[in-house]
T-cell receptor, first 111, second 116 residues
């Protein structure tokens, strides 16, 4: 699976949009981009995933560049409860291939 | 999203004893389950992958005789840490994937193991 690069940490003011970038320049055509987050001492929580089109759900939006070499996770109105480590992971869609976690981005939402 | 549970959430045991952790997919059938371990201030590390009814595939460096994994049904997998030692103290997280939810991988809440 392709490797991803994320900034180690980011701050965001409460109520503002949090934009978390991810580079995946070696992504292949059949690999999806997944985003998870881990709040302290909990298991990772699925947020969203996409292939090439932008995606939106009740939690976030995922913007994938046209060349698919990078993406941005957008939390439209960050709250203190969004403080977590966010992981961007690239993986093929099926089979036994597990998610492999990098170091992620530690997002701190500040009041 | 799909729900994955783990039991117990926290366990303290003496060195040399064995500890069993259960992982259940509550509202879907998990054809594949994964076990991860996380040490403080580190990311999740994959330990093993298991398919229902088959032997688990362990990652390099993970002792299969120490970390026994059983995936006997489509909703239950167990991880047994045999003869636990203090260095096995960690946060153990299971994950499950099934066809019913488009192959997305869902995670349990984790089990914190402390070996004295």
């Amino acid at each position: 699976d392709a490797k991803t690069t994320q900034p180690p940490s980011m701050d965001c003011a409460e109520g503002r949009a949090a934009n978390l970038p991810c580079n995946h320049s070696t992504i292949s055509g059949n690999e999806y981009v997944y985003w998870y987050r881990q709040i302290h001492s909990q298991g990772p929580q699925y947020i969203i995933h996409g292939l090439k089109n932008n995606e939106t759900n009740e939690m976030a939006s995922l913007i994938i560049t046209e060349d698919r070499k990078s993406s941005t996770l957008i939390l439209p109105h960050a709250t203190l409860r969004d403080t977590a480590v966010y992981y961007c992971i690239v993986r093929g869609y099926s089979g036994n291939t597990p998610l492999v976690f990098g170091k992620g981005t530690r997002l701190s939402v500040i009041a | 999203g799909a729900v994955v549970s783990q039991h117990p959430s926290r366990v303290i045991c003496k060195s040399g004893t064995s500890v069993k952790i259960e992982c259940r997919s509550l509202d879907f059938q998990a054809t594949t389950m994964f076990w991860y371990r996380q040490f403080p201030k580190q990311s999740l590390m994959l330990m093993a992958t298991s398919n229902e009814g088959s032997k688990a595939t362990y990652e390099q460096g993970v002792e299969k005789d120490k970390f026994l994994i059983n995936h006997a049904s489509l909703t239950l997998s167990t991880l047994t840490v045999t003869s636990a030692h203090p260095e096995d103290s960690s946060f153990y997280i299971c994950s499950a994937r099934g066809t019913g939810y488009g192959e997305t991988q869902y995670f349990g809440p984790g089990t914190r193991l402390l070996v004295l």
